[in-house]
């Protein structure tokens, strides 16, 4: 395959960004491959030498690039500034990325400064390395300056008597430090990781591993746009810590995390925006550079990490991009410019998830019984290779002159040798955290989707000697359309869809998975009791129906399905009863095997794969994953004669670490921390010490899924291209994210094609239009506490109006309005709160009213009772003698903001229309359909002469509208934001306040 840069060097100049290839060591720098970012975001060759330009200064050694993001109008390019190699296959070197650099591409002088901080950071960075020390976490990028430490630094300049505990980080005289602080601060260690977080100088926001990004005491000031970017920014440039300007971008997963210079932030103001994008600017740039240096990101220049050993194209022409899985290339739509610009050789792909390496020897102790030692290398538990050396690995994870050469294998030891590898692959379909992404979307996806492969090898990877062994299994979550509050410890599950739906998309991710894999069985590992039963037990039936209706392919293949009642069956921490399931399991891992690779060729290859869940596919099923890899070695050594026991040998303990490792990997990208019942898998016992720190993590989880997922949803949905930068203006205004991989405009259309064949009774009626709004939960009113989507039908003849219950797509009640009892329409701006800048902004909150009379004494709504009676939702009062003119009802209706479940692209891609064209567009099909009902009215009736003697006032009334006026479509304010800023209580304002300094 072509060759991928390996090392480049960025550099401003006055109209772009330069990214060099850097060249090998005492050779002048080339500029034949170079190319050019300009401050508009274009990427192409660079046209000019700048072979005699002095870049030095001023150049940042990268080993590869993420991508190049856009926000609103500003342009980030993403930079891997430190990276770590943890493994080793055939040869080629793995690296996880450990540091990333986000340089603006606003100016020269923006990006330079950006450029000097980042080389300043490593600096430190490796004389940290060097010195054999950490930084620690008061020294950490969560605790610069913020509001409150300027505070009390000021206190200390006017009582220079008082000093900083260093353990405690206590003020004042030793006599007034109080103990609990003391014990709390210096003890932190034995209350588990939670309380590590907690009780840190900064709070929760003091982890800087975590996958998203939380809010310091520095953005809890934050108010508005130009306050907001300026008052953060000042206290940054106080920072003492920061030795370089501090107007940079840049940043370490394990180093200070470098404020956003007041210079580049305007830039995005330049041109369309959205004003709450660019006040989030700052956190969506910190959450995305959290997120790619968190340690959850891999990437080798040479090996296709997305796919497993035995689909490898070594002879290919093709760049690595295009060998690359598009399930798991997760940098795809940031790096989509140079794809575009034919800049192949820069384009690197990345996997999320987990590679982990280890090595290990067995001895024969006695040939006769071939009892074995297995020796794990003693001291290179941290590191993938006994060969690769502490000093090594920070060289290979930082040095600014790296040949790029690869590590030499480890040299053979008496015995057998062998090397472990572990490589998890996430999906970026249904991809997100933990609540925000469940079940199954309408393509079959299924939420936390990995694939998890185990490679058996020697240390040479020569499989002319010794046979390469392939060992995959998958986790996902269960495939049907569920959710669960993130508010309860306990949460319910909530289920929606009809039993259609569900059918279908559970059909399509089975068969999905099966022409990728072969044959399938399921391990469910959910609770029988309690509220895990509904969802397992509907996993089931849907099992169950698959296979009586002709199986995975139709023609009998059936889907094997095993529910093992995890907690049931290992209650009182005995988890060695998992081997119950172990026994059921056999006879398919048996004949599924694995995949053996012998002379460079497929001798026999893995068909089909064991697919394992849980509620969350993290805890439970890493305990079983790992139980089945287990065996699967046990197995492939054996068939070397080999014979071990790692489940009771304390000598294999580094097993269970990668397995556990794998494990904490996969649940800190899902759910925010590590795994629980890690001790389990670590060691083999379950113990007290380990369920206290479960429950540790349990609490943290829970922060996690009502404090930071929901912004950390939606920066994922944006890197990954599944939103535009809307997203965030959205975030703002509810403090929530939507499901964009749930496609939105699929769900509304069937819906409308659900009611249309539910409440339209007449077969010659056909159906002109139909749409879906926002509306009151309630007639004749404009504003309600809450709103919900409603589908408004129109035909020839009536309006329908229809409530849904979203959750079993059935119609809840209707309501039919004649068009000749359409009196009025009204559109206009349409504010329905004033928490946030999107709910005032009068271009987007539009929305119309229909009024209309009614017959007294007719039912007006008939709702679904689920009995053979149909309950009225509203009859006027018989017993009071009403008027015909006092019967006047009207409907309000709100458009709804446009999705989409991806980023419009091309020259042909369609824009979707605004809330303002849907309103105009909808107010004009049903004035043109009414007045031509109200004409061909007329004409019949004038028809017929019917004697008007003998008509009630209610037919003459009727006759003569119908013939003196056509309806005309009112120009007015709905709600106004005046009127709304007065509806709009002191308690609503508060409370959208407070969720708001804790939200964002």
């Not at 990668?658 to 800190?668: E, K, P, T």
Request: hydrophobic share 35%.
């Amino acid at each position: 395959m072509p060759s991928l840069v390996r090392k480049l060097l960025i550099f401003a100049a006055v109209d772009g960004l330069i990214l060099q290839p850097a060249p090998p060591r005492n050779h002048p720098p080339a500029t034949q491959q170079a190319i050019k970012i300009d401050y508009k975001g274009n990427v192409g060759p660079l046209l000019k030498d700048r072979r005699e330009e002095n870049t030095a200064p001023s150049s940042l050694d990268s080993h590869g690039i993420v991508g190049l993001l856009k926000i609103a109008t500003s342009y980030f390019l993403i930079s891997i500034c430190g990276r770590e190699q943890v493994a080793q296959i055939r040869g080629k070197p793995v690296y996880k990325i450990t540091s990333v650099a986000l340089i603006p591409l606003s100016s020269q002088a923006d990006a330079d400064q950006a450029i000097v901080a980042a080389k300043e950071h490593i600096k430190r960075h490796n004389k940290a390395a060097v010195a054999g020390t950490e930084e620690s976490e008061s020294e950490s990028d969560d605790d610069a300056a913020s509001v409150t430490d300027s505070l009390e630094e000021e206190t200390d300049a006017a009582a220079p008597q008082e000093v900083e505990d260093h353990v405690t980080g206590q003020r004042g005289s030793a006599e007034r430090r109080t103990s609990v602080a003391e014990d709390v601060m210096q003890k932190r260690g034995m209350y588990g990781r939670f309380a590590d977080r907690w009780f840190s100088r900064k709070g929760w926001s003091a982890d800087s591993r975590r996958l998203q990004g939380m809010s310091s005491e520095e953005d809890l000031t934050r108010k508005n746009v130009p306050k907001y970017v300026e008052s953060t920014l000042r206290q940054e440039e106080e920072n003492p810590k920061s030795p370089a300007n501090p107007k940079v971008l840049s940043v370490a997963g394990s180093g200070i995390h470098e404020a956003v210079g007041p210079e580049e932030i305007p830039k995005a103001l330049e041109g369309p925006k959205d004003s709450a994008t660019v006040a989030l600017l700052p956190k969506i740039l910190r959450t995305t550079r959290m997120y790619f240096a968190s340690g959850s990101f891999f990437f080798s220049y040479d090996y296709d990490l997305s796919r497993g050993i035995a689909h490898q194209q070594p002879n290919s022409t093709l760049p690595l991009f295009k060998q690359f899985d598009p399930l798991y290339f997760w940098n795809q739509h940031i790096m989509a410019p140079f794809i575009n610009a034919g800049q192949h050789s820069f384009v690197l792909p990345l996997i999320q998830g987990f590679v982990g390496q280890r090595a290990f020897s067995i001895k024969l102790v006695d040939s006769q019984t071939n009892s074995v030692v297995i020796d794990p290398h003693s001291g290179s538990e941290d590191i993938p290779l006994q060969a690769w050396s502490t000093t090594n690995a920070a060289t290979e994870s930082d040095s600014s002159s790296d040949t790029n050469t690869d590590t030499p294998p480890p040299e053979i030891s008496n015995g057998k040798d062998f090397v472990l590898t572990l490589v998890s692959r996430r999906s970026i379909k249904r991809a997100g955290l933990r609540y925000l992404r469940r079940g199954v979307d309408d393509e079959g996806n299924a939420a936390n989707s990995v694939e998890t492969e185990q490679i058996l090898s020697s240390p040479t990877w020569d499989s002319s000697q010794d046979k390469i062994f392939s060992f995959t299994q998958y986790r996902g979550s269960i495939p049907l359309f569920f959710s669960q509050s993130p508010y309860s410890l306990k949460p319910q599950v909530m289920f929606w869809g009809s039993p259609e739906t569900n059918a279908k998309a559970f059909k399509r991710h089975i068969s999905d998975l099966a022409s990728r894999y072969g044959s399938l069985y399921c391990a469910s590992l959910v609770d029988k009791h309690g509220t895990e039963a509904r969802i397992g037990g509907a996993f089931t039936k849907q099992a169950e129906a698959l296979n009586s209706n002709g199986g995975i392919d139709g023609q009998g293949k059936e889907l094997g399905f095993e529910w093992f009642d995890f907690h049931y069956e290992c209650r009182g921490m005995r988890f060695e009863n998992v081997s119950r399931l172990m026994n059921t399991l056999a006879p398919f891992l048996k004949s599924s095997h694995w995949t053996e690779i012998s002379n460079d060729r497929i001798t026999h290859e893995q068909s089909g794969v064991l697919r394992t869940n849980c509620m969350d596919c993290l805890d439970r099923t890493n305990v079983v994953q790992s139980a089945c890899a287990r065996t699967a070695l046990e197995a492939q050594l054996s068939a070397g004669s080999f014979s071990i026991d790692l489940q009771h040998d304390p000598s294999t303990s580094w097993f269970n670490t990668l397995w556990a490792d794998n494990g904490d990997a996969i649940s800190r990208q899902y759910a925010g921390t590590a795994a629980l019942k890690g001790d389990y898998t670590r060691t083999r016992k379950r113990q007290i010490t380990g369920a206290l720190t479960d429950f540790g993590l349990t609490l943290s989880r829970y922060y996690n899924n009502i404090v930071n997922d929901y912004f950390a949803q939606a920066v994922i949905d944006y890197l990954l291209g599944r939103a535009m930068d809307s997203i965030f203006a959205e975030f703002e205004a509810d403090m929530k994210s939507s499901d964009y991989f749930i496609d939105l405009r699929k769900v509304r259309q069937a819906a409308i094609e659900r009611c249309e064949g539910i409440v339209i009774e007449d077969k010659e009626e056909d159906l002109v239009a139909g749409w879906t709004l926002s509306v009151p939960n309630s007639a004749n009113a404009l504003k309600t506490a809450t709103f919900e989507e409603a589908v408004l039908l129109l035909t020839e003849r009536a309006m329908y109006f229809c409530r849904l219950d979203w959750g079993t797509e059935k119609v809840r009640e209707f309501e039919r309005i004649a068009l000749d009892h359409v009196e009025g329409i009204v559109r206009g701006v349409y504010i329905t709160s004033t928490l946030a800048q999107r709910h005032m902004d009068a271009e987007k909150n539009v929305g119309f009213i229909i009024r209309y009379r009614t017959e007294v004494g007719n039912e007006l709504v008939r709702r679904n009772t689920r009995s053979l009676d149909s309950g009225t939702w509203y009859q006027p009062d018989q017993k009071s003698e009403k008027k015909p003119e006092d019967t006047g009802r009207f409907l309000a209706f709100k458009a709804l903001p446009p999705r989409t479940t991806a980023t419009t692209t091309g020259d042909t891609a369609e824009e979707p229309e605004n809330e303002i064209e849907v309103v105009n567009g909808i107010c004009e099909e049903i004035t043109r359909i009414t007045n031509k009902a109200r004409n061909r009215a007329s004409v019949k009736w004038n028809i017929e002469e019917w004697d008007q003697d003998q008509a009630d006032e209610n037919q003459q009334r009727g006759v003569y509208e119908h013939e003196q006026r056509d309806l005309v479509v009112e120009e007015k304010d709905i709600i106004s934001l005046a009127d709304a800023k007065k509806s709009t209580g002191y308690f609503e304002q508060l409370g959208y306040s407070l969720k708001k300094l804790v939200w964002a």
